[in-house]
């Protein structure tokens, strides 16, 4: 996890902002990786019904 490089840092205000960015960055990155995965494999199933399925 990126979260880790950040524990070894002083309580400091710089710190604690570092961090706070680290995980709302984590986050954003989760979301994305998400919904690309989500698209691959609605776009995946159509291709495979089409393959099973194929229009008359």
Avoid at 17 to 35: D, I, Q, W, Y
Wanted: hydrophobic content about 50%; glycine content about 4%.
């Amino acid at each position: 996890m990126i979260l880790s490089i950040f524990r070894g840092f002083p309580a400091k205000s710089r710190g604690n902002r570092l961090r706070e960015r680290a995980a709302s960055f984590e986050l954003v990155l989760c979301k994305f990786v998400r919904l690309i995965v989500s698209c691959a494999w609605l776009k995946l199933r159509e291709i495979l019904m089409n393959r099973i399925y194929p229009f008359e």
